[in-house]
Structure formats: structure tokens, C-alpha cells
């Protein structure tokens, strides 16, 4: 359940969005949001997703998005945090006298091979 601070904030954002598509004023949003919500068990909030829905169509939604959703994290900064594990793991098993298992040193060289490439392509 939203706070009354953070369902103050939603409706603001969506009249803020309707009002940009549409043209139409604040009041006149609001108005026809509370008349709506007056005629059945619904928030003001729920009808004014409905008046959005209606007044935007699909295509004209994604221009209005702020910033994209996020995407995947860099490689290099994944491998670096890898190498990180592998040689904290390494450490590990050096101070027990365990054998460190090969294909941890395979990664390790893999990763290292890249981090090279990566360095070698932008010139670092």
C-alpha cells in the first residue's frame, strides 16, 4: 500500500504526463479523475491510470521515458571483480596447502587475456 506522500507523487507524475500529451490543464484532469473515481470503488489514482491509457497510445509512451531501463553491467567490470574472487580464493587455498584447481588459473588467464585485448584496443 502507497504512502499518502508517495500516492501524492504518482499522481502528480501521471496528470504532469496526461497533461503534456493531451494539452489539457491540471484541474480538468483532476476533475474528470474524481468524477470518475466517485462512480465506482476506485482511487483517484487508478482512474487516472485509466485516462492515461486512454489519452496515450503505445507509441507515443516511449518517448516520454526518462532514461531506458537498465542494462547489463560492462564486461571488464565483471571480470574485474572475478579476478578479485579467483585470486582471494587462491589466496585461500595457498595459506591450507590445498592444489588450486586448474580451471581457476584457466579463468584467471582468460580474463587476463582480455583485460590485455580490452587495454590494447582503446590504447591505455
Known sequence: MMSPDEMLTAIDAKVAIIQQVSGRTQPD????????????????????YDIYDETVADEQRAPIAIRPPRGLVPR?????????????????????????????????????????????????
Open 29 to 48: 484532469i483532476m476533475e474528470e479523475a474524481r468524477r470518475r473515481a466517485a462512480c465506482s470503488p476506485r482511487s483517484v489514482l487508478d482512474t487516472l
Open 76 to 124: 571488464y567490470i565483471c571480470d574485474d571483480l572475478r579476478l578479485k574472487e579467483i585470486d582471494a580464493a587462491v589466496g585461500r587455498f595457498e595459506e591450507r596447502n590445498y592444489a588450486i584447481p586448474e580451471e581457476w588459473i584457466e579463468e584467471r588467464n582468460e580474463i587476463m587475456k582480455r583485460e590485455e585485448d580490452r587495454i590494447g584496443r582503446s590504447g591505455v
